[in-house]
C-alpha cells in the first residue's frame, strides 16, 4: 500500500480490520472526496469506549495513477487541517491506511451544519430552529469572516464554502471539507476547469473558467451570509427565494440584488442588520476587484462596538477588546454603555480616527454610515474634487444615499501626502495593463483592456499628438518602444503589432503562432523583439522583418515575463516558479533561478547587470545575484500578490506594484522600503521608470496611468 507524506501526527498502517481502534457510531456526511461518519476511540485491553471523533474515509482506487492523484489530494486536507490551528477551524487528531481505506480522523464531532438550520428537511422543526438562528447568527458573521482571514493570511484558499461546509457546536462554527482547498501562496489561480466548489456557491470568475483567487471564497460567503440574513427573518422567506433562484448566484446578479433589497425593506432596523446587507452587497460584486478582502472585512469588527456590527462572543478576533473604545464604554454610563447617546458618538469618532489612520477603508464606510460626525475628521472639508464630491460634509451624504463603499475610499485618501504625484493620465475606458517610456522620455505608452494604445506627452499629462493606437481586437497587455520611434504592442488576440508613431498606422504585423501574447521586450540595439505567449514559449523576431529567428522552449506552463540584459548577451523568461536564463545569441539556456515561492509574475533586468528582480503573488519580491543565481535578498512589505518590477535608471532604487494598490520603492542596497506611493483605486498592473531619471509610472486597474517624481522621492526620507 502506498504511503502518504506526512507531516509529524500520527499515521499507522493496519493490515488487519481488528487492528483499526475505531468503532462506527453512524453516519454524519458526505465531503468533496469521501464519506464521514462518528467513531469512538476503542482500547483493545479493557474495550472501554473512549472519546468520540469524526472520520473521514476515502477509498482509494486501483489503477496505480488514479491512486497516487487521490493521495494527493488527500495529502493535500491533511496537510492543511493539520496547519491551522483556530478556533473555528476543526483540528486533525491522526490517520490512517486499512486496505483501500485512507482515514482522517478529526474532532469536534459536531451537532449540525449550517445547512441543517438554513434549509431543515423537517418543516416542524421550525420553531425551535428560528430560537436557535435567532440567537447565534449574528454571532457567527464575525466568526466565519474570521476563520476567512485566518485561511487567507496563512495562503490557504478555502475553494468550497458553503453551508454544509460549515459546522455547529454548541453555538460555535467551524470550517471544514478541505478536500480541494489550496495551500498556496497564490492570489489567483489559473485554471480553465470549473471543477472546484459547489456550483451554487461558486464565484462569476470561476463559472467561467477566469483565473481566480481568495476574493471567489468571499463572493461564497458572501451568499452564505445573504442567506444567514435571510433565515433570520424568517425560514419561508428563504424557501421562496431559493424556489425562485435556480442555478447559481453567479448566474443571478439582478436577481440578487432584487433579494438584498427585499429583505433590506422587510428585516429589522438594527443596525448591525444593515451593515451586514451592506457588506453583502460589496461581497457579492460580480467584479472579483470590487469585492473587499477577508482581512478587510475582518478589520471592520475591530472598529466596532454598540450595534454598527453583529457581537462576536468568542475571542476569535485577538484585538477586538484592546481598543479606545472600550475603556470609553465602561467609563459610560448603564444608558451609554449600551450604545446610546453622546458616549457612543464618542466611540464610533474614536473608531473612526482609528480606521482612517490605518486606512482601513471598509470600517471606515461603515462607521460612516453609522453617523460618525464629520468633525472627527481633523482635517479640512474642503477637498480638491469636482461637481458633487467637492467637499468632505458631500462625499459623506453620497455614501449613506447610495451605500456604496467606494465613496469611503475616496475619504480614506484625505490627508495623505500627495506632493509626490505629478500627473494622472485619465482615458482609457477600462484597466490599464502596461506602461512604457519613450527612449527620450518626452512619451508615454499605455497598453489596455479597452484595445487601444494610448500615447501621453509625459510633461503635461494630456494625450500627444500621436494619439491613440487602435487596430487590436482582445486586450492588450505588453508596450515597448524602440529606438526608432517604433512601438509594439502584445495582445490577447494573438497579435503582436509594430506601429509607426509618426503615422499611427501599423507598420509591420504579424500573428503568434499559439496563444495569447503576455509581454514583449526588444533587446538594446532594437535589432530582435522578444514575446512570451501562453504556449510556454519565447520567441525571438527580427524587428525589421518581423521574421522568427528562435523559439526558446522548455517552459512547463505560461511565459509572464521577459527581459533582456543591458549589455543584450542575455534574456530572461519567468514562468510560475522559475525564471530561465537564456544566451540571446545562441538561444541555449544557461541557468535557472529557482527558490521564488509562488507564481513569478515579473522581473527584472538592474541597469548594472549583476542583479534580476523578481516579484511574486506571494506578496514578495526577491533580488538574485547572477554571478551566483541564488536569491541573496527577499523584500517583503506589500499585502497582496506583486505583479511588476523596475530598476531605476541609476541603479538606486526598485519599483514594484501590487494587488495592494499601491506602488512600493526599494533601496536596491539594503533592501529597505523606501516609500509607499498610494492613489490608484484598484490594484496596480505595471511601473517603469523614464530613461532620464525624472519619472515613475504605474498602470492600474482603475483605467488610469499615474505619473510620480522620483528626484523627490530619492531626496525624501526613508
Not at 532604487?653 to 520603492?665: E, N, P
Request: charge should be negative; charged fraction near 20%; glycine fraction near 6%.
Amino acid at each position: 500500500m502506498p504511503q502518504i507524506a506526512m507531516t509529524p501526527n500520527k499515521h499507522s498502517v493496519y493490515e488487519e480490520r481488528a487492528q483499526v481502534p475505531f468503532k462506527s457510531k453512524g453516519h454524519l456526511g458526505q465531503g468533496a472526496f469521501g464519506a464521514v461518519d462518528e467513531v469512538e476511540l476503542l482500547d483493545h485491553i479493557t474495550t472501554q469506549q473512549k472519546q468520540s471523533y469524526a472520520r473521514k474515509i476515502f477509498l482509494l482506487p486501483f489503477p496505480a495513477l488514479e491512486q497516487k492523484r487521490r493521495l494527493a489530494t488527500i495529502r493535500n486536507e491533511v496537510d492543511i487541517i493539520k496547519r491551522v490551528q483556530h478556533i473555528h477551524m476543526i483540528k486533525l487528531v491522526e490517520t490512517y491506511i486499512f486496505g483501500r481505506e485512507f482515514a482522517i480522523i478529526f474532532e469536534p464531532v459536531a451537532e449540525g451544519t449550517l445547512g441543517d438550520l438554513l434549509e431543515p428537511d423537517n418543516r416542524e422543526q421550525w420553531p425551535s430552529i428560528r430560537a436557535k438562528l435567532q440567537k447565534h447568527v449574528p454571532q457567527w458573521f464575525g466568526c466565519l469572516v474570521s476563520g476567512l482571514s485566518y485561511l487567507h493570511t496563512n495562503k490557504i484558499r478555502h475553494r468550497d464554502i458553503k453551508p454544509s461546509n460549515i459546522l455547529t457546536l454548541s453555538g460555535n462554527v467551524l470550517l471544514t471539507d478541505f478536500g480541494i482547498s489550496l495551500d498556496s501562496p497564490e492570489e489567483t489561480h489559473s485554471t480553465y476547469t470549473n471543477a472546484w466548489g459547489t456550483k451554487k456557491y461558486r464565484a462569476p470568475e470561476v463559472v467561467v473558467g477566469k483565473r481566480f483567487g481568495r476574493r471567489a471564497d468571499v463572493f461564497a460567503l458572501g451568499a452564505v451570509f445573504l442567506e444567514m440574513l435571510t433565515a433570520f427573518i424568517g425560514h419561508d422567506i428563504l424557501s421562496r427565494q431559493n424556489d425562485n433562484f435556480p442555478g447559481s448566484y453567479a448566474d443571478k446578479c439582478t436577481s440578487i440584488s432584487e433579494w438584498i433589497d427585499n429583505i433590506e425593506s422587510i428585516g429589522p432596523k438594527d443596525g448591525w442588520y444593515g451593515t451586514m446587507i451592506f457588506l453583502c452587497k460589496t461581497m457579492l460584486q460580480y467584479d472579483p476587484f470590487e469585492r473587499p478582502s477577508a482581512d478587510d472585512i475582518c478589520q471592520c469588527w475591530r472598529y466596532h462596538p454598540f450595534t454598527a456590527l453583529p457581537p462576536v462572543s468568542c475571542d476569535c478576533n485577538p484585538i477586538y477588546s484592546d481598543f479606545e473604545w472600550r475603556r470609553i464604554v465602561e467609563s459610560a454610563t448603564p444608558e451609554n454603555a449600551t450604545g446610546q447617546g453622546p458616549r457612543k458618538q464618542e466611540a464610533i469618532n474614536a473608531a473612526l480616527q482609528r480606521a482612517m489612520s490605518n486606512d482601513h477603508r471598509l470600517a471606515t464606510a461603515i462607521l460612516i454610515g453609522q453617523g460618525a460626525s464629520t468633525d472627527a475628521l481633523a482635517m479640512t472639508s474642503e477637498m480638491e474634487r469636482p461637481g458633487a464630491l467637492n467637499s468632505l460634509d458631500s462625499l459623506v451624504s453620497l455614501y449613506r444615499d447610495q451605500r456604496q463603499w467606494k465613496y469611503a475610499e475616496e475619504l480614506a485618501k484625505v490627508g495623505k501626502d500627495p506632493s509626490y504625484l505629478l500627473q494622472t493620465l485619465d482615458g482609457h475606458s477600462s484597466s490599464v495593463f502596461a506602461v512604457a517610456f519613450s527612449p527620450d522620455s518626452q512619451l508615454v505608452a499605455s497598453a489596455s483592456d479597452d484595445y487601444t494604445i494610448w500615447l501621453w506627452d509625459s510633461t503635461t499629462g494630456t494625450k500627444s499628438q500621436h494619439g491613440i493606437l487602435e487596430g487590436h481586437v482582445g486586450s492588450v497587455l505588453a508596450v515597448a518602444f524602440l529606438p526608432d520611434k517604433l512601438i509594439a504592442s502584445a495582445s490577447r488576440d494573438c497579435t503582436m503589432r509594430l506601429w509607426d508613431i509618426t503615422t499611427e498606422t501599423p507598420h509591420e504585423i504579424f500573428k503568434a503562432d499559439l496563444g495569447s501574447l503576455w509581454a514583449v521586450a526588444f533587446s538594446p540595439d532594437g535589432k530582435v523583439i522578444a514575446t512570451a505567449s501562453d504556449n510556454y514559449t519565447v520567441q525571438l523576431r527580427d524587428s525589421a522583418t518581423g521574421a522568427m529567428l528562435t523559439m526558446l522552449t522548455g517552459h512547463s506552463d505560461v511565459v509572464w515575463s521577459i527581459a533582456f540584459s543591458t549589455d543584450g548577451k542575455l534574456i530572461a523568461s519567468a514562468s510560475r516558479e522559475y525564471i530561465q536564463i537564456w544566451d540571446s545569441v545562441t538561444g541555449e539556456p544557461c541557468g535557472t533561478l529557482k527558490g521564488h515561492p509562488g507564481l513569478i509574475l515579473g522581473m527584472a533586468f538592474s541597469p548594472n547587470g549583476k542583479l534580476i528582480a523578481s516579484a511574486s503573488n506571494n506578496e514578495t519580491i526577491c533580488l538574485w545575484d547572477l554571478e551566483t543565481g541564488v536569491p541573496y535578498k527577499t523584500l517583503e512589505g506589500h499585502s497582496d500578490a506583486v505583479v511588476a518590477v523596475a530598476f531605476s535608471p541609476d541603479n538606486k532604487f526598485i519599483a514594484s506594484t501590487s494587488y495592494d494598490y499601491t506602488v512600493r520603492l526599494w533601496d536596491c542596497t539594503t533592501g529597505a522600503l523606501h516609500k509607499t506611493l498610494e492613489g490608484h483605486e484598484n490594484l496596480v498592473w505595471a511601473t517603469a521608470f523614464s530613461p532620464n531619471g525624472e519619472l515613475i509610472a504605474s498602470a492600474s486597474h482603475d483605467a488610469t496611468v499615474k505619473l510620480w517624481d522620483y528626484r523627490a522621492l530619492c531626496d525624501a526620507q526613508s
